[in-house]
């Protein structure tokens, strides 16, 4: 499936802008670049047919988010009127929310929790408290006919809240970029600003990546990915309020007023997170459950191979009924991902560019970070939960696993052509995760690092002027 847009390769179309008339201050209609010779797929790493034109049809329903009379636009969002009206539009978007949670076996369209999610994609990025409330009410619809999709409903619902909050997350990372990439024509002081937004991409695509493995460890066996699904809620949240903050401050810094759309989305995120699973005592419950896994943990790990091409990375593939014979367990799978990941990565050194070197290095070191919680994390097992030295290890732990799902799913793309497969932004990634555990490289970057951020950087400005979103799957949209 594709969405063609037609006009000369360097055309640079200025569309309609919102009422002040400005261009690329966030959240105006953007400036998109136009390419006649191209077929520009739906999405670089696509869904089957069916999972695209749901999507699609998701996102006309809910129609342009810059017109400011559409209930379901980001003015009407920011002026929290959004959603509210009803009639034909709203029954039009919920019946199709609804639908998406009906096992397909049922009449409904659900085969699969990441197909789901992609689906939704479209109104999760729209507004946190509207993707949470429809999410939330379609699920709760399905628990009372007794058709929870997934089996462990409460689950999905936890896995749907951070989903949630990366899409929306993404759509303010977007309005930043766009806001920094045309002043930055001009206002050469306005550049400083792109290795920030750079790194916070590379942020939102790790935690992608773990919710993304971790909805589809969902269609494991029941008992298997606990510690996964604890890493997702208090890993993903922790990160993102980081992306969060430092929106803020780039927004604040280049002179948009506290009152601007842009702005107001960064706030509102902050305050709709509590309310869509995924507030402070929802860390807090996350974190517990993970140091009650760190035995479990520590065991996977003297059991680890290498399991870099394990179906759970395989994103865009279906997951077999049984996907990882005999043990089909996801925890396993993503701490001995790093041991392998780091092989792989050294073994491609000799051939390989400044960029794989400077990612094996890092690699290197998260896995001597895994080692050395080995002991600590069995230990873990006579110690009480409540005790910081425990939490202080449960928080370690959800870091490296963030990072595993980072190398495992760029090991599991690698060599097929797509960003998500080249190692510009897991270096990026995993450069940060390794400054959070303090076992990161000291000073500025080198050569390699500034490279990454440049190639990261130039990604994301490219995405937005040819209408890409900021996901793993690098999807088209239609405004």
């Known amino acids: ?5 037609s006009g000369p390769v360097q055309e640079r179309v200025v569309e309609p802008t919102g009422p002040t008339g400005a261009v690329g201050t966030g959240l105006d209609r953007p400036v998109r670049t136009r390419h006649h010779a191209l077929a520009h797929p739906y999405a670089a790493l696509a869904p089957t047919v069916d999972v695209a034109l749901r999507a699609v049809r998701l996102e006309a329903l809910l129609s342009d988010p ?8 980001f003015h009407a969002l920011r002026e929290g009127t959004g959603g509210r009206v009803g009639g034909a539009q709203r029954t039009a978007v919920e019946a199709a929310v609804r639908a998406e949670f009906v096992p397909a076996a049922r009449g409904g369209r659900f085969t699969a929790a990441d197909d789901l999610v992609r689906v939704l994609r479209p109104l999760l990025r729209r507004d946190l408290a509207l993707g949470h409330a429809h999410g939330a009410r379609a699920l709760i619809a399905a628990t009372q006919r007794e058709e929870p999709v997934p089996e462990r409903a409460g689950e999905f619902a936890a896995l749907l809240g951070p989903s949630a ?8 990372l977007r309005a930043a970029v766009r806001m920094v990439a045309e002043r930055g024509r001009t206002e050469p002081e306005v550049r400083q600003w792109r290795g920030p937004l750079a790194a916070a991409f590379a942020d939102l695509l790790a935690c992608e990546a773990l919710v993304a493995v971790g909805l589809r460890a969902s269609a494991l066996p029941h008992g298997s990915g606990r510690a996964l ?3 997702v809620g208090y890993a993903t949240v922790l990160v993102v309020g980081g992306v969060l903050d430092e929106l803020e401050l780039v927004l604040g810094e280049c002179g948009r007023p506290v009152d601007s759309l842009e702005r107001r989305m960064v706030a509102e995120l902050a305050a709709d997170a509590s309310r869509s699973g995924a ?4 860390v807090r419950a996350h ?7 760190l035995p479990a943990l520590a065991c996977a790990f003297e059991r680890r191979s290498d399991t870099t091409g394990a179906v759970l990375f395989r994103l865009g593939e279906a997951m077999p009924a049984r996907s990882v014979p005999p043990a089909p367990e996801g925890d396993d799978t993503l701490v001995g991902v790093l041991t392998g990941a780091a092989a792989r990565l050294s073994t491609a050194v000799a051939g390989g560019e400044a960029v794989t070197a400077a990612l094996a290095r890092v690699a290197g070191r998260l896995v001597s970070e895994q080692r050395a919680l080995h002991g600590p994390c069995l230990a873990a097992a006579h110690a009480g939960r409540a005790e910081p030295t425990v939490r202080a290890l449960a928080d370690r732990q959800a870091m490296l696993l963030l990072a595993a799902a980072v190398l495992g799913v760029q090991g599991a793309a690698a060599g097929r052509g797509l960003f998500l497969g080249g190692e510009h932004w897991p270096l990026l990634a995993a450069t940060r995760i390794a400054t959070r555990l303090g076992i990161g490289p000291g000073g500025p970057g080198g050569p390699a690092d500034i490279e990454a951020q440049q190639r990261v950087w130039a990604e994301l400005d490219g995405r937005d ?6 996901d793993l799957y690098a999807t088209r949209v239609l405004w």
């Open 1 to 5: 499936m594709a969405l063609i847009r």
């Open 279 to 282: 507030g402070p005592t929802d």
């Open 165 to 172: 909050l990366i899409a929306t997350t993404g759509t303010a």
């Open 229 to 231: 699904r604890a890493a």
């Open 465 to 470: 002027r040819l209408g890409v979103d900021c």
């Open 66 to 73: 810059y017109d400011e009379a559409n209930p379901y636009g």
């Open 287 to 293: 974190q517990s459950d993970l140091v009650r896994e």
